[in-house]
Nanobody
Framework: QVQLVESGGGLVQPGGSLKLSCAAS????????MSWYRQAPGRQRERVAF???????NYADSVKGRFTISRDYDKNTMYLQMNSLKPEDTAVYLC?????????WGQGTQVTVSS
């Protein structure tokens, strides 16, 4: 079993930045692709970015050029650096990790972009 804990969310003004973290614990050996998703009220859950176990990355068009996903294998932690934030980025951001065909989710961290 993998436990995932997100942190780093908060309230930020448009144009600002935040860095989210997702710390993995438990059975971390064998974790493959890790992803960031977001869920806004009334909208479908959207995958924002993912990073594979060999550091290949991919981004949703809506965040390309503004968000950067990364991973620290020593700390078993994934990050999402979010720059040039927009009100439409407001959502709960959730961490996801795949391990031997199973999917694990964190509880999420709220990001609110508002003036």
């Amino acid at each position: 079993q993998v436990q995932l804990v997100e942190s780093g969310g908060g309230l930020v003004q448009p144009g600002g930045s935040l860095k989210l973290s997702c710390a993995a614990s438990g059975s971390v050996f064998g974790i493959g692709t890790m992803s960031w998703y977001r869920q806004a009220p009334g909208r479908q859950r959207e995958r924002v970015a993912f990073i594979t176990s060999n550091d290949r990355t991919n981004y949703a068009d809506s965040v390309k050029g503004r968000f950067t996903i990364s991973r620290d294998y020593d700390k078993n932690t994934m990050y999402l650096q979010m720059n040039s934030l927009k009100p439409e980025d407001t959502a709960v951001y959730l961490c996801n990790a795949g391990r031997y065909g199973k999917t694990n989710w964190g509880q999420g961290t709220q990001v609110t972009v508002s003036s």
